[in-house]
């Protein structure tokens, strides 16, 4: 290895930026079956149909249209909002009962055009980006001129590294103009950009890294978040070290203090500014990838969701424009990370697919104060403000002068997104935040879906909004409920596994060389229909809400995590047989995990040094917002006689519902059970005693 280096940062690419002071359904009932078979191969309407009719239908007939004649809405929308290098010839090829789906077939384009040229083309001064760095009133500004010279720039680094088409590039980085260009940058020359969150340890990032067989690595130096320093650079150098496909590692200085650069490192900023301002941009499929995302499922392993260039970027551009109810100069505030598909969708494609400015949050919603969120929105004149029911809940247990001191008068929209939101958090955030006039969208959505599913349109003439409800199915979503028997169910007042019976252009294409988990996973539980893995419930009005995963998937904080994770974990203790992880209801983060371990019979084993190690486990094999809350030591776990964990009995004990455990009678030994409520007993006295002490 040649020796190491050291390098003291430029802070060129940041300080190169310019300091700114912004100025101040038609609702379903949908009973109908499950369509079996969805193939459809239709050519497209001709152009000019969205711009000249349909964009002047009612939501409500814009919505019967969309699902009567999906070709026309969905081949009109894309022939008039995208700008293609070649029409498409098709509207769409989709069988779901094969998990076959393809939209608008035979066409050229470019994302990053879409997302940059045709806006600097109109107005090249207009903000981009809003960078609200850590510290309040440091944010940066980013035009639409700036973030694509320095998207070419990005994207002639990675051509000259030896970076084509097809190829994956990692990108682990905080929230930040670079983050944002290094995903138009690989969208510009063909390659496949993964996000991985920046809070995932070097494990994690590195499994990921391999799966995606990525090329190289772009990060930073180091983080900064809520006041603090994050290193980043040495996570990356301990998860290269076992991923041998990864020829370079791009490093960006966020802060000034020096990097070890070793031999795959190369400085980002230097690299881009002998670089051209232009870069050609390839001309790709509409069924070409844009971006792997990884997500969590039922098993230990995460999922690379594949989604593709034409279909992703329009139906986020629609759902941005509808459900926030986007007009022309708005500042639309989403203060998701970019390593999430909320930020994918809606800090990135979303608003600069419609020539949005698009707020960056770096920060805390309580760096440094509770007032955060709302100076941010004062100071940078927010219109639409999108955040985490789990930031919220923090929030409101503050006093209201922290949002009252601040003008919020730039507000038009509030939404939700990632977690069921409470009807205290609702009221509040609507209330207080929003003064009773700003609708408030409960957005129901997943990685795999793209966008956004099932939303209230704020826009849509005469609809109410109910409170904590996702409502109403976006255009071109069929929600159908299934009952315990995989039967559709019809009517209101139902609950029922919530499944989509008709393709839509957001929808996940494939998970990443595994297609048939795809199938399996969303495509095999209910025959021609894609499966959410969530429940919901059906009012009498036929709005929906979503009443939780009906898999070993929990939310913690807004982030999906397997338990199935958590325990391959645990498990690599050499002291810890067995273990059995389950959510439990937590009143700011939603949920968390919740552990039950087996540990083995030693005699001088000990158990506080063994639940150290078990956090530390969680911390350095996934993130530390995995680590559980709760570790109850149990002798056993309950099984069937087939060996399968019996979860359903681990919910409710941790719960105390152990008067109301269902029926037991699969247990291949029922006194499991009285041995887990009485640890679990002994438990929460010690948690009661440790909790008073604390006060005292
Ligand atoms: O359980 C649902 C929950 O989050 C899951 C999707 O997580 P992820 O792929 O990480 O995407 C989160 C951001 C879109 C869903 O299966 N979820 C998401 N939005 C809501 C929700 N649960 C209830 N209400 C929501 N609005």
């Not at 391999?210 to 130096?221: E, F, G, P, R």
């Not at 041998?244 to 881009?272: I, K, Y």
């Not at 959510?583 to 919740?594: A, N, Q, R, T």
């Not at 919910?651 to 109301?660: C, L, T």
Request: charged letters at 25%.
């Amino acid at each position: 290895m040649a020796a190491a280096q050291s390098r003291r940062g430029t802070g060129l690419f940041w300080t190169r930026l310019s300091r700114c002071r912004t100025p101040g359904p038609a609702q379903t009932r949908t009973g109908a079956g499950p369509h079996r078979c969805l193939s459809s191969v239709s050519a497209p309407p001709p152009p000019g149909t969205w711009s000249s009719e349909l964009s002047r239908l009612s939501h409500r007939d814009l919505y019967r249209l969309s699902v009567t004649n999906p070709d026309q809405f969905w081949g009109s929308a894309a022939a008039d909002r995208l700008r293609w290098v070649e029409p498409f010839k098709r509207v769409r090829d989709c069988d779901l009962s094969s998990g076959k789906i393809s939209w608008f077939l035979g066409g050229k384009l470019n994302v990053s055009v879409n997302c940059l040229d045709v806006h600097v083309e109109k107005h090249p001064d207009r903000a981009a980006l809003i960078w609200e760095r850590d510290e309040p009133g440091t944010e940066v500004k980013v035009t639409y001129r700036e973030l694509l010279e320095t998207t070419c720039r990005l994207a002639n680094t990675l051509k000259s590294h030896g970076i084509q088409k097809g190829d994956r590039v990692a990108v682990y980085m905080p929230v930040s103009p670079l983050a944002v260009a290094a995903m138009l940058a690989c969208a510009r020359i063909g390659a496949v950009h993964t996000v991985v969150f920046a809070g995932f340890s070097s494990e994690a990032l590195a499994g990921r890294i391999q799966d995606a067989q990525c090329k190289v690595v772009l990060t930073c130096n180091e983080a900064v978040r809520g006041g603090r320093v994050v290193p980043l650079k040495s996570t990356v150098d301990a998860a290269v070290r076992s991923c041998p496909t990864v020829q370079h590692v791009f490093v960006s200085q966020r802060t000034e203090n020096p990097t070890e650069m070793g031999p795959l490192d190369v400085p980002l900023e230097e690299a881009m500014s002998s670089q051209s301002p232009v870069c050609p941009a390839e001309p790709l499929d509409s069924e070409d990838l844009l971006f792997l995302l990884y997500t969590s499922g039922s098993t230990g392993k995460p999922k690379g969701v594949v989604h593709t260039q034409a279909g992703y970027l329009l139906y986020t551009s629609l759902t941005h424009q509808y459900v926030f109810d986007h007009r022309d100069g708005d500042v639309f505030g989403c203060v998701a990370d970019v390593g999430w598909i909320t930020g994918h969708s809606y800090v990135v494609y979303g608003p600069l697919s419609n020539g949005a400015t698009t707020v960056l949050f770096e920060s805390t919603p309580v760096y440094p104060n509770p007032g955060r969120y709302w100076e941010t929105v004062e100071r940078l004149r927010i219109s639409q403000f999108y955040g985490a029911p789990t930031a919220l809940r923090l929030l409101l247990k503050y006093d209201d002068s922290w949002v009252k001191k601040f003008d919020r008068s730039s507000l038009r929209t509030l939404g939700s997104v990632g977690e069921p939101i409470n009807h205290e958090a609702w009221h509040w955030f609507h209330s207080v935040v929003g003064e009773g006039r700003c609708p408030l969208v409960d957005t129901w959505w997943q990685t795999e879906t793209g966008g956004i599913c099932i939303a209230p349109r704020p826009a849509e003439e005469d609809a109410p909004i109910v409170p904590a409800m996702a409502m109403r199915p976006f255009f071109g979503i069929q929600p159908v409920l299934m009952g315990e028997k995989g039967e559709p169910l019809s009517g209101g007042s139902v609950t029922g596994a919530l499944c989509i019976s008709q393709p839509w252009p957001g929808m996940a294409r494939s998970i990443y060389g595994d297609h048939q988990r795809f199938i399996d996973a969303y495509f095999k539980p209910y025959p021609g229909c894609y499966f959410t893995g969530d429940g919901a419930y059906r009012s009498e009005d036929g709005y929906y809400q979503i009443t939780g995963r009906m898999d070993d998937v929990i939310n913690v904080s807004g982030h999906r995590l397997g338990t199935a994770e958590i325990e391959d974990a645990l498990d690599e203790h050499p002291a810890v047989p067995e273990t059995a992880v389950v959510g439990f209801p937590h009143d700011i983060k939603g949920e968390v995990p919740f552990a039950f371990v087996v540990l083995k019979e030693e005699s001088g084993l000990d158990r506080a040094a063994v639940l150290k190690q078990l956090r530390e486990l969680v911390t350095t094999k996934i993130a530390k917002y995995a680590v559980p809350e709760h570790f109850l030591v149990v002798k056993r776990l309950p099984k069937t006689r087939s060996g399968k964990i019996m979860r359903r009995i681990l919910r409710s004990v941790a719960m105390e519902k152990s008067g109301d455990l269902g029926d037991t009678s699969t247990l291949d030994d029922s006194s499991v059970v009285k041995e887990i409520i009485e640890a679990h007993e002994q438990y929460r006295k010690q948690r009661a005693e440790e909790e008073k002490k604390k006060q005292q």
